[in-house]
């Protein structure tokens, strides 16, 4: 039996083709799309914003996104931010 543990830094791969995305990862990319900067969101979210710029890229390289502006989009087709 293989059990992996979900973290808000280590997302679980569910199957070849899913990923879980962790509540975090996703209020990080909801506060890019409102605009905020990375030291305003971690300022709000009582974390580095050196955290939160390798969340992006992280994020960025999982969904093979180029920009945080296709990031943001995929994020918003996919339903993960409102």
Same mark, same amino acid.
């Given at each position: 039996?293989?059990?992996?543990?979900?973290?808000?830094?280590?997302?679980?791969?569910? *199957?070849?083709? @899913? !990923?879980?995305?962790?509540?975090?990862?996703? #209020?990080?990319? +909801?506060?890019?799309?409102?605009?905020?900067?990375?030291?305003?969101?971690?300022?709000?979210?009582?974390? *580095?914003?050196? @955290? !939160?710029?390798?969340?992006?890229?992280?994020? #960025?390289?999982? +969904?093979?996104?180029?920009?945080?502006?296709?990031?943001?989009?995929?994020?918003?087709?996919?339903?993960?931010?409102?």
């Amino acid at each position: 039996m293989n059990i992996r543990i979900f973290t808000a830094m280590n997302p679980i791969v569910a *199957s070849k083709n @899913t !990923v879980i995305v962790s509540e975090r990862d996703a #209020k990080i990319v +909801f506060h890019v799309s409102n605009g905020l900067s990375s030291k305003q969101i971690g300022e709000k979210m009582k974390i *580095s914003h050196r @955290t !939160v710029e390798e969340r992006i890229a992280s994020l #960025k390289r999982t +969904f093979d996104c180029d920009s945080i502006s296709h990031l943001v989009a995929y994020f918003l087709r996919k339903g993960l931010i409102k």
